[in-house]
């Protein structure tokens, strides 16, 4: 358990000005409630419990700007002191010019959605950072490359050293992993316009889209976004003469 709150050593100014009164359901009414004398070990005694119903919500989802930044602060995500200094003081993940095409690249292969302003890690995304080893998917890993490249440049380390070590440990990695199969959820999609077969997502030079299951023996398709039939797609017609 928890108790936060304060003890006035020195009154100042609030011996000629009142204290402002603070929100009786906010942070800051923890903050300004004042504790008794504590000493290190000392047994308390528990006066009144409450439970409250509340419900986490979820954070924000970010958008593309958002996410890009957060590539450069990335060091705010990693917990080992050592590595989060080294992150604050290199790039972060990226450059000023790669990140946006990283993000990118991520959208092509479906591995981020696009939702309006804001996007979405895919299924497939969580699966493969479920999937991959926790050096992989911790951006700690990126500050310890820096380091080496930091002695590579000091002259402590060699580029042969460097690259051998790093051949090394993919190969025990691809040995270790290799074996592994993923189980990837796959979104439902809405049926195909024209035959009412099941549709699955693809990803075009336009972005990705719903595609008739049956493709190439139909041609349907949906844009993901309104599912709406998609312009361009073939249809079956029936056209008439009225004759003389």
């Known amino acids: 358990?928890?108790?936060?709150?304060?003890?006035?050593?020195?009154?100042?100014?609030?011996?000629?000005?009142?204290?402002?009164?603070?929100?009786e359901d906010g942070d800051d009414a923890a903050r300004s409630q004042v504790l008794p004398p504590l000493r290190e070990g000392l047994a308390c005694q528990v006066a009144e419990a409450e439970i409250k119903a509340l419900k986490t919500m979820p954070?924000?989802?970010?958008?593309?700007?958002?996410?890009?930044?957060?590539?450069?602060?990335?060091?705010?995500?990693?917990?080992?002191?050592r590595l989060k200094q080294k992150l604050k003081d290199t790039t972060g993940i990226g450059t000023e010019a790669t990140r946006a095409n990283i993000i990118s690249v991520l959208i092509a292969r479906g591995y981020i959605v696009k939702k309006g302003r804001s996007?979405?890690?895919?299924?497939?995304?969580?699966?493969?950072?479920?999937?991959?080893?926790?050096?992989?998917?911790?951006?700690?890993?990126?500050?310890?490359?820096?380091?080496?490249?930091?002695?590579?440049?000091?002259?402590?380390?060699?580029?042969?050293?460097?690259?051998s070590k790093q051949a090394a440990w993919i190969s025990q990695l691809i040995a270790q992993y290799g074996s592994m199969s993923l189980s990837i959820k796959l979104p439902h999609g809405p049926a195909c316009p024209q035959c009412g077969a099941a549709t699955r997502q693809r990803t075009g030079k336009s972005g990705p889209f719903w595609s008739c299951s049956r493709y190439p023996d139909c041609k349907g398709t949906l844009p993901v976004e309104s599912g709406t039939p998609k312009r361009g797609a073939s249809r079956s017609r029936s056209s008439g003469r009225k004759g003389a």
């Open 1 to 23: 358990l928890v108790a936060t709150g304060k003890q006035v050593v020195i009154k100042g100014w609030r011996l000629v000005l009142a204290e402002p009164q603070a929100d």
């Open 59 to 81: 954070p924000k989802p970010y958008t593309q700007g958002e996410l890009v930044k957060s590539m450069k602060g990335i060091a705010r995500f990693v917990t080992d002191p």
């Open 119 to 163: 996007i979405r890690a895919s299924d497939a995304a969580f699966t493969l950072i479920d999937a991959v080893p926790a050096a992989i998917a911790d951006p700690g890993t990126t500050a310890v490359w820096e380091q080496a490249l930091d002695m590579i440049e000091a002259g402590q380390l060699t580029l042969d050293v460097f690259l």
